[in-house]
């Protein structure tokens, strides 16, 4: 079992920056990717980026790799995801989950998953 605790979402003006967590306890080790995705009202899911638990490697969406970047921090379980430049449409709660089938964009390769965190990007 994992449990996974998201942090640092919010309300920012467009062009803002935030920076959220993901911190992991429980069974870590057996984990082998974490991804973010987000949901907007009325709209599904969709992938954002992921990173290697373990590794270096990262997937980001194209049209959020200039913008977004994923970092890790081993000692404390945690993953961060910096949002710089936020658009309105970046609106949206925003989850993070955990898988054991490496880095991936596909929901159904993450097997726990956060509460979400609420970005609100005014214009």
């Known amino acids: 079992q994992v449990t996974l605790v998201e942090s640092g979402g919010g309300s920012v003006q467009a062009g803002g920056s935030l920076r959220l967590s993901c911190a992991a306890s429980g069974r870590t080790f057996s984990l082998a990717a974490v991804g973010w995705f987000r949901q907007a009202p009325g709209k599904e899911r969709e992938f954002v980026a992921a990173?290697?638990?373990?590794?270096?490697?990262?997937y980001y969406v194209d049209s959020m790799k200039d913008r977004f970047t994923l970092s890790r921090d081993n000692a404390k379980n945690t993953v961060y995801l910096q949002m710089n430049s936020l658009k309105p449409e970046d609106t949206a709660v925003y989850y993070c989950?955990?898988?054991?089938?490496?880095?991936?964009?596909?929901?159904?390769?993450?097997?726990?998953w956060g509460q979400g965190t609420q970005v609100t990007v005014s214009s």
């Open positions: 990173i290697s638990w373990t590794g270096g490697g990262t």
């Open positions: 989950a955990v898988g054991s089938k490496g880095v991936s964009g596909m929901t159904a390769h993450y097997d726990y």
